[in-house]
Each structure stands twice: as C-alpha cells, then as structure tokens.
C-alpha cells in the first residue's frame, strides 16, 4: 500500500512538472499543473491565487470550478488564505462548516458549498507570492496526507517557474480613500449586559465605487451603514472623512455632513404624498449646497415624464427612483442605499440597478449598497462580507456585470 502511494505521488509529480517545465507560456502550465491536481485527487474545483504586494489581495491566475471567477480578489488578510499567506503553513480542512478559520471561497454559492479543502502556500525566493487551493473529493471523502504531499509538490514546482518566468497581474489604478473606518465598534445596552454589533470594523471606501454590503440579519451592516450616515455614534474607534475626523462629530458637524456629502436610499421610498415627483426632488435641492437642477435629477433616473405624478400615481419601481433622483439632486460624494430593491419585483429592481450604475460610471459618484440579494454583488466594484459584527471578507470583481446580466 506504501509503495502504491508512493507510486501516486511519483507520477503526479511528474506530470506536473512537465506541464510547468515543458510548455513556454506561464498561464498555460500553471492552468495545466492545477487540472492536473484536480484530476489527481478527483476534486470538483480549484484555484491558484497570486499575491499583489503592493494592493495586500489575491488575484486567481487560473480556476477550475462551477464558476468564472477570473474577475475576483480578495483580500490577503481575510479568511482560509490570509491564514495560510500569513503563516506559510499549509491548512486542511475537513469540515468547513464547523471549522472558524473558513469564510467561505469564491465559488460558493446556492448550488455549491465547500466541505474539504486543502490549501497550500506558493513560496518564493523573497516570500509568499500565492497559493493553491483544491476543493471537495467528488466522492465526498477527506483530503489525506498523500494529497497534501501531491498539492505541496505542485506548489513548490510552480513557485520555482513563477520565479524564473515572472508573473505580472495588472491590478488597476488606485483610488481616493473618501471614507475610512478603523478599529470601529458599536455596543448596545441589552437587557442586564451589553450587545456588541460592531467588534472593529477597518474598512476603505473609495471615490468612483460600486461596494455592496452582505450579510445575515444581525451582522451588523445596517449599523455600519447608520455611523457611515451619521446617524449613529459609534462606542470607540475612528471613522474619517476625507482626512476629517467625525468618530465624536457635533450636531451641526453631522447636519452639515449629511446635508452636503451623502446622499441616501431607503428601502422605504419616504416621499411626500402631497407633493409630485418633482416637487419631492426640489424639496431637498432647496437644502443642499451645491445641487444640480431637479428637472435634471429627474431626467437622470429616467421619470422626466413623470415630474407632475404624485407617488400614488408611481409604481414601486418608479417611487424608488424618484428617491434615487432625491439623493442625486444634492450632487453627493457618496450615496449610501440601504436595500433599494428588496420590495420590488425583479424588472423594476433591474430599473432601480441600471440607474445606480449610471450614477456611478457616468457621475462619479460612490455608491455603498446594503442588500440581501448576492447576485447584486456581482455588480459591485468590491463585496464585503460581514460576519457577527466583524469583516469576513472583501472581494474585489476586476469586470463587474451590468444591471443587465443580473439575474434573480
């Protein structure tokens, strides 16, 4: 049986170190070797990561799995592999469920969850600069010993090719922090103790963004969303502005702040029923600093016919709009919305994200999403993940669908 194994072994390193060695083009032996080890181990998905020391994300320089996910980063620091990338050690896992080290991959979703997993560190001469990831045995058992030496094989192979033939990721051009959170934490009397929501939230938002905000109920996204607002204090921490403190504003610091820099949308529409769809644009246009004309508003959101309804006379899909254009109309830095899509159907929740994204390729305006609906985040410049008032992970879509490819 020993001799078997070490058959496996043998001829699994070999066929990997003829798709590294043997073919000129790095992507197509590194997307070669990782098959290989897919096929080896009978696995259903996997992914070679690359690190971006300058940006701290991985980048996956080839995948195999249910999904594309070429367009995905994530953060070096976050989940299963900032562990591995910080520690250089190679983790198994058996039962991802119950393990507290896993945030979930990629590729999970409705239709795939990660069980097993093997993770293994790509060293180079100046440190870390990867990893690989195998996932789930397609007969449902546990990655062995045997597996770990097949995949740290791989790993060692490729670090050496990636060394000799160099690997560049373009990661795009970085952008203005406008808002910064840091060490930021929320606690709420609750009964005789104390609720802790946000247990230090450190997080960017940058200018000329799409970041949308998942979670489960309770995990503390729409209290991140309110101290972003200025409508909740936080309890310690630091939340900056362009530079500004605002972790202990004033009341006149908050009304000026919110009047002139954010713009919102609330799941509830909240507008006048007294007064047209033009007249609920003006009303806030008349408060702002510096606002665009609400005519022009309106005609943005695609309701320039419908300046004279009333919201009765609205569909949902129209109403939420007309909000929309009520928070454009104040020309904001950033536009916070807080499940703008949840009570509509899907045409008129598809309406509400083309204009959103228009707000954000053609104004340049920040848009910072909280929602329910995952496939909204495959829309998203970045998706953050919050778990049990902590940041489970940031995923960075290098090519974000449009409103017209999502489906729900």
């Known amino acids: ?151 740290s094989r791989m790993a060692a192979v490729a670090a050496m090719t990636i060394d000799e033939k160099g690997l560049i990721v373009d990661t795009g051009e970085e952008k203005k922090v406008l808002i910064s959170l840091r060490d930021v934490r929320k606690d709420y009397p609750s009964g005789e103790g104390i609720s802790h929501v946000l ?23 729409s209290t991140m969303m309110n101290i972003i607002g200025g409508m909740d204090n936080l309890t310690s921490g630091t939340l900056t502005i362009e530079g500004k403190d605002y972790s202990d504003p004033t009341d006149q610091e908050l009304t000026v702040f919110r009047r002139e820099y954010l713009g919102f949308i609330f799941q509830a529409y909240n507008l006048m029923p007294n007064l047209t769809a033009l007249e609920n644009v003006q009303f806030i246009a008349e408060i702002a600093k510096d606002p665009i004309k609400a005519e022009d508003a309106l005609a943005k959101v695609g309701l320039a016919d419908k300046a004279g309804n009333y919201p009765s006379q609205l569909s949902g899909g129209q109403q939420q709009r007309v909000s929309i254009a009520r928070a454009l109309v104040k020309n904001p830095r950033v536009i916070l919305a807080d499940e703008p899509t949840a009570a509509l159907d899907f045409v008129s929740g598809q309406e509400v994200l083309k204009v959103i994204e228009d707000i954000v390729r053609n104004q340049g305006t920040t848009v910072v999403m909280v929602t329910h609906n995952a496939e909204i985040a495959k829309m998203a410049n970045r998706v953050i993940k919050l778990r049990s008032g902590k940041i489970a992970s940031i995923k960075w879509n290098l090519n974000p669908l449009t409103a017209d490819e999502i489906v729900w």
């Open 1 to 151: 049986m020993a001799s078997e194994n070490k058959d496996r072994i043998s001829q699994a390193t070999y066929k990997i170190m003829e798709k590294l060695l043997l073919i000129d083009t790095l992507d197509e032996a590194l997307s070669g070797s990782l098959q290989t080890i897919i096929d080896v181990l009978d696995s259903e998905a996997g992914i070679l990561w690359f690190l971006d020391k300058k940006t701290g994300r991985l980048f996956p320089v080839c995948h195999s799995g249910p999904e594309d996910v070429s367009g995905v980063s994530i953060q070096a620091d976050s989940g299963i592999e900032g562990v591995v990338i910080s520690t250089g050690e190679t983790v198994r896992i058996e039962n991802a469920a119950e393990d507290p080290r896993f945030e979930g991959t990629v590729f999970d979703s409705q239709t795939f969850k990660t069980k097993t997993m093997i993770c293994v560190p790509l060293s180079g001469a100046e440190g870390p600069i990867g990893l690989i990831q195998i996932i789930n045995k397609k007969d449902g058992s546990l990655y062995t010993e045997e597996d770990v030496t097949i995949s």
């Open 199 to 221: 247990q230090g939230i450190n997080l960017d938002i940058y200018e000329n963004e799409f970041v949308v905000v998942l979670g489960e109920s309770g995990c503390g996204k």
